[in-house]
């Protein structure tokens, strides 16, 4: 083992910054708790109370769920700004500070004696999100990680995909004791005395900012990368923003519209439901095998081929006829494409464009996705309406999910394409050793 804690041989760029075994292992489990903790309350928790909040307030649910997708686009904006202060200053402080924010956003939502006052916490809520969810925690593991990065960012998805197992079904139970207002604070009591101190101490490591090694390109390229302008205008980035924003898409208003499109194809409601939970399983199955499939393939075709397994699984739910089995094993291999993505996604930049400035340009790659994934909802709703079936609005929501797949085969720079067999090969090797 080399200082920076990976193999001798492996490109240095890769290992600037990166933790020891011991304690990669201990922020793994940090990060692990903290996001499986911030979804539960700032995200999934919402899922569970939304239909209590109308019938309390009187407020519509188009009005509540509007606040919801308030905070998502609240939190692709706040986004940008949060991967910049990544990249200058760490997790630690960032992560911390978002924390914080969580508290007068979620107790303005909880208290909130009209529907102006719950708007602004759902403001503060998204901001929270943009600092204390995914792209922050990617962003940590991508530097720290070195070359286990792939295994350590496997290992806090799949972890952190318990949130809606373990918090749904508890904000439902604190609904039905206290009611939804209460619930939320004994959540959001929860997610200060878990996060706040975690992000502080468990994520008290050297970001090394100053190491003239952290901006090197991530393969062994010899030359420093582009400046972060020049490759958020380049054509590979605005290619891959574009798929990631498609693929937000289709695949957020698909998982919000699988049920009640389900029961338009002949399932029951709780069956519908039992298929919806069951892709949960798929996703851990994906994710689980992310990193033989990602030494098998390319940094271009795995995407291809995870959008085009997207596509094809959504359309097939969409013609398959009405039998439970085959409409349940569908949903199934349309969340293993899911969660397969979710680690193409975590990994595309530092594929592409090494580590360097990973938060500013994760920022920028995420928010139109997030504006995607906000307006996801009411788009595959809308489609169903206009289309005059579920069924036909997903034909439409797998076309934009191959559309992405199209853009995704231009979304490498030459530069990586150059150095993926060597860079892969090496990478991967490390995570399946």
Same mark, same amino acid.
């Given at each position: 083992?080399?200082?920076?804690?990976?193999?001798? &041989?492996?490109?240095?760029?890769?290992?600037?910054?990166? $933790? %020891? *075994?011991? #304690?990669? @292992?201990? +922020?793994?489990? =940090?990060? !692990?708790?903290?996001?499986?903790?911030?979804?539960?309350?700032?995200?999934?928790?919402?899922?569970?109370?939304?239909?209590?909040?109308?019938?309390?307030?009187?407020?519509?649910?188009?009005?509540?769920?509007?606040?919801?997708?308030?905070?998502?686009?609240?939190? &692709?904006?706040?986004?940008?700004?949060?991967?910049?202060? $990544? %990249? *200058?200053? #760490?997790? @630690?402080? +960032?992560?911390? =500070?978002? !924390?914080?924010?969580?508290?007068?956003?979620?107790?303005?939502?909880?208290?909130?004696?009209?529907?102006?006052?719950?708007?602004?916490?759902?403001?503060?809520?998204?901001?929270?999100?943009?600092?204390?969810?995914?792209?922050?925690?990617?962003?940590?593991?991508?530097?720290?990680?070195?070359?286990?990065?792939?295994?350590? $960012?496997?290992?806090?998805?799949?972890?952190?995909?318990?949130?809606?197992?373990?918090?749904?079904?508890?904000?439902?139970?604190?609904?039905?004791?206290?009611?939804?207002?209460?619930?939320?604070?004994?959540?959001?009591?929860?997610?200060?005395?878990?996060?706040?101190?975690?992000?502080?101490?468990?994520?008290?490591?050297?970001?090394?900012?100053?190491?003239?090694?952290?901006?090197?390109?991530?393969?062994?390229?010899?030359?420093?990368?582009?400046?972060?302008?020049?490759?958020?205008?380049?054509?590979?980035?605005?290619?891959?923003?574009?798929?990631?924003?498609?693929?937000?898409?289709?695949?957020?208003?698909?998982?919000?519209?699988?049920?009640?499109?389900?029961?338009?194809?002949?399932?029951?409601?709780?069956?519908?439901?039992?298929?919806?939970?069951?892709?949960?399983?798929?996703?851990?199955?994906?994710?689980?095998?992310?990193?033989?499939?990602?030494?098998?393939?390319?940094?271009?075709?795995?995407?291809?081929?995870?959008?085009?397994?997207?596509?094809?699984?959504?359309?097939?739910?969409?013609?398959?006829?009405?039998?439970?089995?085959?409409?349940?094993?569908?949903?199934?291999?349309?969340?293993?494409?899911?969660?397969?993505?979710?680690?193409?996604?975590?990994?595309?930049?530092?594929?592409?464009?090494?580590?360097?400035?990973?938060?500013?340009?994760?920022?920028?790659?995420?928010?139109?996705?997030?504006?995607?994934?906000?307006?996801?909802?009411?788009?595959?709703?809308?489609?169903?309406?206009?289309?005059?079936?579920?069924?036909?609005?997903?034909?439409?929501?797998?076309?934009?999910?191959?559309?992405?797949?199209?853009?995704?085969?231009?979304?490498?720079?030459?530069?990586?394409?150059?150095?993926?067999?060597?860079?892969?090969?090496?990478?991967?090797?490390?995570?399946?050793?």
């Amino acid at each position: 083992m080399t200082p920076e804690g990976g193999r001798e &041989g492996t490109p240095a760029a890769v290992q600037a910054g990166a $933790l %020891d *075994a011991a #304690g990669l @292992r201990a +922020v793994v489990a =940090v990060l !692990s708790t903290v996001q499986i903790v911030s979804w539960g309350v700032l995200y999934y928790a919402f899922a569970a109370l939304q239909s209590s909040i109308s019938l309390d307030t009187g407020w519509s649910s188009v009005a509540v769920t509007g606040a919801f997708s308030l905070a998502q686009f609240v939190s &692709g904006g706040v986004g940008i700004w949060v991967g910049r202060h $990544l %990249d *200058a200053y #760490g997790p @630690r402080q +960032v992560m911390t =500070v978002a !924390s914080l924010v969580a508290v007068p956003g979620v107790a303005a939502v909880a208290m909130a004696p009209n529907l102006g006052v719950f708007y602004v916490g759902w403001v503060l809520t998204g901001a929270a999100m943009a600092g204390s969810l995914y792209p922050p925690a990617f962003a940590a593991l991508t530097r720290w990680g070195g070359v286990h990065r792939v295994r350590a $960012l496997t290992t806090l998805t799949l972890v952190a995909g318990l949130a809606s197992t373990v918090f749904a079904p508890l904000a439902a139970v604190l609904d039905d004791a206290l009611g939804w207002r209460q619930a939320y604070l004994v959540l959001l009591v929860g997610l200060v005395v878990v996060t706040v101190p975690l992000h502080w101490w468990g994520l008290n490591h050297p970001w090394r900012t100053d190491d003239p090694l952290a901006h090197t390109h991530a393969r062994g390229a010899s030359d420093p990368p582009a400046a972060v302008p020049a490759i958020a205008r380049s054509t590979p980035f605005v290619l891959l923003t574009l798929a990631n924003a498609l693929t937000a898409l289709a695949v957020f208003a698909v998982v919000i519209n699988l049920v009640p499109m389900l029961v338009e194809q002949g399932l029951s409601r709780n069956l519908a439901a039992l298929a919806l939970g069951l892709g949960g399983v798929g996703q851990v199955a994906g994710r689980l095998g992310y990193a033989r499939f990602a030494v098998a393939t390319s940094v271009t075709s795995r995407g291809v081929i995870v959008l085009s397994g997207i596509a094809v699984a959504t359309a097939a739910l969409a013609l398959a006829p009405g039998s439970p089995g085959l409409l349940i094993v569908l949903g199934m291999l349309l969340g293993l494409a899911r969660g397969i993505y979710t680690l193409v996604q975590a990994t595309a930049i530092t594929d592409r464009w090494g580590p360097a400035s990973y938060g500013t340009l994760s920022g920028i790659l995420t928010a139109p996705a997030l504006v995607a994934s906000a307006a996801a909802p009411f788009a595959g709703a809308m489609l169903a309406d206009l289309l005059g079936s579920y069924a036909d609005a997903f034909l439409v929501l797998a076309g934009l999910a191959a559309v992405a797949a199209a853009l995704m085969s231009g979304a490498t720079p030459a530069v990586s394409a150059l150095v993926e067999h060597r860079g892969r090969q090496l990478d991967v090797r490390d995570e399946l050793a």
